[in-house]
């Protein structure tokens, strides 16, 4: 199983702490996203945002990294600040 954890807006926006996905199907970031834009449309929205962050285990990643059996997903919109 991959964790997948949500964090702020994101949280609210998709009204969904963290879920648990089974790795079988799973390589990278991508097929993590793949995934849950399935879920439905709010999911298709709110996870197509180009500027979302994402780290594996507290590493920030792109989209083309590697997952596996374990790890922890997070997804977080960019952060700001002055």
């Given at each position: ?52 962050l994402c780290a594996v ?22 952060v700001t600040g002055g």
């Amino acid at each position: 199983m991959i964790k997948v954890v949500f964090f702020a807006a994101l949280r609210e926006q998709l009204n969904c702490d963290e879920l648990s996905l089974d790795s079988a199907d799973i390589a990278t970031i991508a097929d993590v996203k793949q995934q849950l834009v399935a879920k439905g449309e709010l999911w298709q929205q709110v996870l197509n945002n180009g500027s979302l962050l994402c780290a594996v285990n507290h590493d920030m990643v792109d989209s083309n990294h590697s997952v596996k059996a374990g790890d922890e997903v997070a997804f977080f919109p960019p952060v700001t600040g002055g």
